[in-house]
């Protein structure tokens, strides 16, 4: 008798599957169960099982969902308000637009738009940054995307007005707030900006709760060399050093990272710190380029992000594969600096590593939730198929995605969200910066 499965991907003709020896299948079938892959066989073998949803996957490719770990997903709203400025000017044209269109509703509204942006792109799992953090994660859920956030931290009251001791409350009691709202499992997150708004001894205290309560600890680090020399003037250290000696280097993501020291990247390998590398940000602020090849000489995990619409004006993880490569090479002069393998694997299976969570997604394979994307192969520039991984970073994109599944739930369907309804979000969201 066969086996009752909740959905099966029929016939699929590619599947990446970004394990450790970089394999791809051809003509196979996936079954899904309870939220998670049950099965991966050949096609002849299929019928062990049924299932009354089923998706053909003739002339697709399967892989894991794309994993951004770093954006600010509400700020699709400011999308193109700091054009042609650097890190410092950006700062200070966005920090003016979010005290007036950004309030808890703007932020709900911004959170549902930019996480049906990636969802629509591929992406599955982000991890977020923003104010409002519980009003940016009820958006993401109720779109169906799996959302990491949590509070952020300011030393100053911040455009969203908290003081120093209730952003602190807020992080204790975000365990309940994410229970409350539901959604794909995340683990709990704490955000101080950067070593250049938060003082040490601040950034010690976030570092403790996190200890306590099992919290990622997420921030932004040496974005561009002019914060580098404000926080070496304040401090006489880097960032990074700052961060080593606040503790705060336990289960740690550090977003940028464009100006690290031989010694700062020593200290991120011996503390087991993840980086995210934002090339389309950094080259649009002019902030540098990361140097992916000596951090990986160094063993430092590597993921991928967009940053927010406001620096890099979308959450196309596809553009960031691709620029992430060509910078790696142009700056080394090494066409082989990094291989498309391995920014496939950045773009998905490290960035589960920098989360906590390789155990759960990030790869094709039995046991693991099913957060998977299919791409629609029948398009005149993804023929024919030489290298699958060179073509997904260098030939694929956002309009490739036909089919997501997060969590084994079918969010887009033939390219339609299947929780909400675009042109009501689109709508939202027009009203919304009509206050500008």
């Known amino acids: 008798m066969a086996t009752s499965v909740d959905l099966i991907l029929h016939n699929a003709s590619y599947v990446v599957v970004v394990d450790e020896n970089s394999s791809v299948l051809r003509n196979v079938s996936i079954a899904i169960k309870d939220q998670k892959i049950f099965g991966i066989v050949s096609i002849d073998l299929e019928n062990q099982w049924q299932s009354s949803k089923v998706i053909d996957c003739s002339h697709h490719l399967v892989m894991p969902g794309l994993i951004n770990t ?37 932020t709900y509204i911004g959170g549902k738009l930019g996480a049906l942006e990636a969802l629509l792109g591929g992406t599955t799992c982000t991890l977020d940054m923003y104010l409002h953090p519980h009003m940016a994660h009820k958006g993401a859920v109720e779109v169906g995307l799996r959302h990491l956030i949590g509070p952020v931290f300011f030393d100053f009251d911040g455009p969203d007005g908290l003081q120093w001791d209730k952003r602190i409350e807020h992080l204790r009691n975000w365990t309940t707030v994410v229970k409350e709202m539901g959604g794909p499992y995340t683990p709990l997150v704490a955000q101080p900006h950067s070593t250049y708004t938060v003082s040490p001894e601040h950034l010690a205290e976030v570092a403790q709760v996190c200890k306590e309560i099992g919290a990622i600890f997420n921030t932004h680090i040496s974005e561009n060399q002019t914060e580098n020399d404000d926080v070496i003037k304040r401090f006489g250290k880097t960032p990074t050093k700052v961060l080593k000696d606040a503790q705060a280097l336990e289960n740690t993501v550090f977003a940028h990272a464009v100006k690290l020291t031989d010694e700062d990247r020593q200290i991120i390998k011996d503390n087991k710190v993840s980086l995210s590398h934002c090339p389309g940000s950094n080259l649009k602020l002019a902030s540098g380029a990361f140097e992916w090849v000596k951090a990986h000489q160094k063993g430092i995990n590597v993921s991928l992000g967009t940053d927010g619409c ?127």
Request: glycine fraction near 8%; charge should be negative; avoid cysteine.
């Open 70 to 106: 770093h954006t600010h997903t509400p700020m699709s709203l400011l999308r193109g308000v700091a054009e042609d400025v650097d890190l410092q000017g950006f700062l200070e044209k966005v920090w003016a637009e979010e005290a007036r269109i950004m309030d808890e509703n703007g």
């Open 310 to 436: 406001s620096s890099s004006n979308d959450l196309d993880m596809w553009n960031v594969m691709r620029s992430a490569a060509n910078l790696a090479r142009l700056i080394t002069n090494d066409a082989a600096a990094i291989p498309v393998a391995q920014v496939v694997r950045a773009a998905t299976y490290a960035g589960a590593l920098a989360l906590g969570m390789q155990d759960r997604i990030g790869s094709v394979e039995v046991g693991k939730e099913a957060d998977l994307i299919v791409l629609d192969l029948d398009q005149p520039h993804l023929v024919p198929i030489g290298d699958p991984h060179g073509l997904l970073v260098y030939a694929a994109g956002r309009s490739d995605v036909v089919h997501v599944l997060v969590a084994g739930d079918p969010v887009i369907v033939d390219r339609i969200p299947t929780k909400v309804e675009i042109n009501q979000i689109i709508s939202q969201a027009r009203n919304h910066i009509g206050k500008r």
